[in-house]
């Protein structure tokens, strides 16, 4: 009797431990993060372009963004730098359910631009193949991007000197089944319904007087003037040109006014609609975008 006794009071200290011993922790659920790299060039990268706002103001917290647009790149002379390189590690890096590469060229692959220039009609088409293609390969998906307007007007009209480049970029959308957001079509319809002194505050600073005054013709001039002869250039050139549409200094960190550029005000507007495109271009994002 004794002995049933001292065995059933060691079964009721040993019973806590037991079952704590056996118990099964809670399933651990695993993370569904997503990434987005952004490649272009000066209009999307950090000071000047709607890159900043994007990542900062349009992901959530599932979603790392990553900005690798450089400024003064074309479509060619960021892959001979090697930037794409650099994107094309980060496509590689491991524990992401998806990544989405955004692809912005055009403004430095126009005429004019030495050492960056790509031949509209054959080189810059192929060279967004190879990006869709080289992307595709790494496991990311890639989304082509048509080029941000440049907030140019004669009497009124917005002056589109990036719809051959947007076209391109389309076409080749259309060609190799990439997802599409049309940036050039929609900052060109926000930009012109503005005109042309409501869309100079999207600058990155103030226009000088003169501008100012022609903006309200509704006819923009260079807002410093014409760009000087290559023989002129010496080391004030880059304060020079750094307000001038049609030449653009190469990395060229830019403060001042100028009709392709933005500022914050600028990068918010475009970045909200570059995240409404990108809503519908690609639905599985959906979920990870903050409107």
Same mark, same amino acid.
């Given at each position: 009797? $004794?002995? *049933?006794?001292?065995?059933?009071?060691?079964?009721?200290?040993?019973?806590?431990? &037991?079952?704590?011993?056996?118990?099964?922790?809670?399933?651990?659920?695993?993370?569904?993060? *997503?990434? $987005? $790299?952004?490649?272009?060039?000066?209009?999307?990268?950090?000071?000047?372009?709607?890159?900043?706002?994007?990542?900062?103001?349009?992901?959530?917290?599932?979603?790392?963004?990553?900005?690798?647009?450089?400024?003064?790149? *074309?479509?060619?002379?960021?892959?001979?730098?090697?930037?794409?390189? !650099?994107?094309?590690?980060?496509?590689?890096? +491991?524990?992401?359910?998806?990544?989405?590469?955004?692809?912005?060229?055009?403004?430095?692959?126009?005429?004019?631009?030495?050492?960056?220039?790509?031949?509209?009609?054959?080189?810059? +088409?192929?060279?967004?193949?190879?990006? #869709?293609?080289?992307?595709?390969?790494?496991? &990311? #998906?890639?989304?082509?991007?048509? +080029?941000?307007?440049?907030?140019?007007?004669?009497?009124?009209?917005?002056?589109?000197?990036?719809?051959?480049?947007?076209?391109?970029?389309?076409?080749?959308?259309?060609?190799?089944?990439?997802?599409?957001?049309?940036?050039?079509?929609?900052?060109?319809?926000?930009?012109?319904?503005?005109?042309?002194?409501?869309?100079?505050?999207?600058?990155? *600073? &103030?226009?000088?007087?003169?501008?100012?005054?022609?903006?309200?013709?509704?006819?923009?001039?260079?807002?410093?003037?014409?760009?000087?002869?290559?023989?002129?250039?010496?080391?004030?050139?880059?304060?020079? !040109?750094?307000?001038?549409?049609?030449?653009?200094?190469?990395?060229?960190?830019?403060?001042?006014?100028?009709?392709?550029?933005?500022?914050? &005000?600028? /990068?918010?507007?475009?970045? /909200?609609?570059?995240?409404?495109?990108?809503?519908?271009?690609?639905? /599985? !994002?959906?979920?990870? !975008?903050?409107?």
């Amino acid at each position: 009797m $004794i002995a *049933s006794i001292a065995a059933a009071l060691m079964l009721q200290v040993a019973s806590p431990a &037991a079952a704590q011993a056996t118990e099964v922790p809670p399933p651990v659920r695993p993370i569904s993060a *997503s990434k $987005i $790299i952004l490649v272009g060039d000066s209009t999307t990268a950090v000071i000047g372009g709607w890159g900043p706002s994007f990542c900062a103001d349009h992901v959530t917290s599932f979603v790392a963004c990553v900005n690798l647009a450089r400024g003064g790149r *074309s479509s060619g002379s960021y892959f001979a730098e090697g930037s794409w390189d !650099l994107a094309l590690a980060e496509m590689s890096t +491991p524990g992401f359910a998806a990544t989405y590469v955004l692809i912005q060229f055009g403004h430095n692959d126009q005429p004019g631009k030495p050492g960056r220039s790509t031949d509209l009609a054959t080189e810059f +088409p192929q060279n967004l193949r190879r990006y #869709v293609a080289e992307t595709r390969a790494r496991g &990311a #998906v890639p989304v082509l991007v048509t +080029p941000l307007v440049r907030r140019q007007f004669v009497d009124g009209r917005l002056q589109n000197d990036l719809e051959p480049w947007a076209d391109a970029v389309r076409a080749v959308a259309t060609e190799t089944g990439a997802a599409l957001v049309d940036l050039n079509a929609a900052s060109a319809s926000a930009v012109q319904a503005l005109g042309p002194t409501m869309a100079a505050r999207f600058a990155q *600073s &103030a226009p000088p007087a003169e501008v100012s005054a022609a903006l309200l013709t509704g006819t923009t001039i260079p807002a410093n003037g014409p760009a000087p002869a290559p023989a002129a250039m010496s080391a004030a050139a880059p304060a020079q !040109l750094q307000n001038n549409a049609a030449v653009e200094p190469v990395g060229q960190a830019r403060t001042t006014f100028d009709y392709t550029h933005l500022g914050r &005000a600028g /990068a918010d507007f475009f970045a /909200a609609l570059v995240t409404r495109d990108l809503m519908i271009a690609v639905p /599985a !994002l959906r979920r990870s !975008l903050v409107p």
